[in-house]
């Protein structure tokens, strides 16, 4: 079954009922970030309450154990440039206690012009390289093992003979 909703509310969800969640945090959702710098200090992207990491915990507990959870990292408008992947890595990790699969770099294309740095024409005083990726942070709930053995499969019902060759 797919619910479409908002992960603020997850009453429709059972506790320890879901394999793969997939999500897109609003990092600046409500923020001025880059406003914020010229009030004489660099504000925290995602500091520990923030919204972002507050609907990643919210979704913790429908995750089941040995459960993966795949947190879409999109880097946009950060200045002074921030890694929003290591950060979603630092609440995955560190604050949430899930277990780092990996990270799949989603290459979105070349540049409007080829180019990876943005600058003036022949006078690049000031060049800045450009995102042209978005990441996939996975990790798992538990452990990193899944799968039930295929004998215990077979006793709840559950298809267990190898289908793949």
Not at 123 to 145: C, H, M, Q, T
């Amino acid at each position: 079954e797919i619910i479409v909703g908002d992960a603020r509310d997850m009453s429709l969800i059972e506790d320890a009922s879901v394999a793969l969640v997939v999500t897109s945090p609003p990092y600046f959702a409500g923020k001025e970030y880059e406003t914020a710098l010229g009030e004489g200090h660099i504000p925290a992207t995602m500091p520990p309450t923030s919204d972002a990491r507050g609907r990643l915990r919210r979704v913790r507990p429908q995750a089941r154990a040995r459960g993966r959870l795949a947190v879409n990292v999109a880097n946009l408008g950060r200045k002074p440039y921030r890694s929003l992947s290591g950060d979603v890595t630092w609440i995955l990790q560190d604050r949430l206690r899930l277990l780092l699969r990996g990270e799949v770099i989603w290459l979105k294309g070349r540049g409007a012009t080829g180019s990876c740095a943005w600058g003036s024409f022949q006078r690049p005083a000031n060049p800045v390289i450009r995102d042209l990726s978005e990441r996939i942070v996975i990790a798992s709930k538990g452990r990193f093992d899944r799968a039930l053995a295929p004998r215990k499969r077979f006793s709840q019902g559950l298809p267990s003979e190898a289908s793949l060759s």
